[in-house]
């Protein structure tokens, strides 16, 4: 479903939106593409992916009833966005590479990897594949020229030439205007495909030059589905997934990952409370090694998650049950774990879950710095 390299942006791969495939299937099958059209939808509604297969559709050489053949030399192109006469343009800034004056070429290959990967890309994710997400993106008039030039272009394999705009919204004013007026006077066999999350900062004259298709979050079983197939978890956390994720498929997968990094940390805090108990140190060092190889990342997330536990289980301890967060499995572990805290140690525990995770922040060897956790806890957690 979300393909990994290649992509085939076929209808049938886009999650949710049966209407809308349909309404888009119909325009061509009618011979009624309009010439500029703004799908707007929330971030992770698939508005990406429905405009690349609607784009695919109407090159595809070889058109079936209710998708694109997914074989003929077109979408083979399209398959790594490589056909001639499909254009894209997207949010982009300087680099270290690109110094001045950016524009969506210079991206060109960054884009077509992140895209192939992922149709349902979000800005943020568009930001962090280029290592600029602390900046933001603009569509610059230097763009707007290069747009303009590639419309002088003739068409080299297809009948319609494909402009598509991700993000319009980051226009610059005097882009935003160099693009109406391209719009205005619209040049044979072109198609604009504008994808965008908000009209808040959009031009109102751009607007009103295009057809506007409301694109709505995906529907949650089609959500479910999709977490399904990409996903070997348990079912219930699957339809929760889909439930909270509101439509927005970024943030369903980020539930389901979040959800099974959470379970690890639990598991790893629950075998370094046990080893450090029985003090085997053996299985100290075997723990060490494990946690020492899961990245830094993962390995903050770690310690803050212990840190997370170590209070709730003081809390549980002194009795303060309404102020307690923790989840069922959490639970069950803490009636008993929260007995072994208490003003003895659970200071000095948090200070240690602390002072590892300002370790790991600043480049020290996990090795060290999970092996001196472990001992400090195995000295703090018989204290009582
Ligand atoms: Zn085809």
Redesign the pocket.
Known sequence: MIPVSDINMLFKEVIGHKEIKEKLIRTVKDNRISHAQLFLGPEGSGNLALVLAYA?YIS????KEND?????L??MKYSKLIHPDLHFVFPVTTTKEITKDPVSDDFINEWRMVVTENPYLTLFEWYESIGVENKQGIISVKESNEIIRKLSLKTFESEYKIMVIWMPERMHPPAANKLLKILEEPYRNTVFLLISESTEHFLPTILSRTQILKVPGIDEESLYLALKEKYDHPDEELRKASRLADGNLARAIEYVERSEETKNNFDRFVSLMRLAYSKNMQGIFSWVEEVSAIGREKQKNFLLNGLRLIRGNYLLNMNNRDLVRLSDDEMEFSEKFSTFLNHHNAAEITEELNKACLHIEANAYPRIVFLDLALKLMKQIRKN
């Not at 694109?68 to 003929?72: E, I, L, M, P």
């Open positions: 695919q595809c050489l070889d058109r694109s053949c997914g074989k003929c077109s979408c």
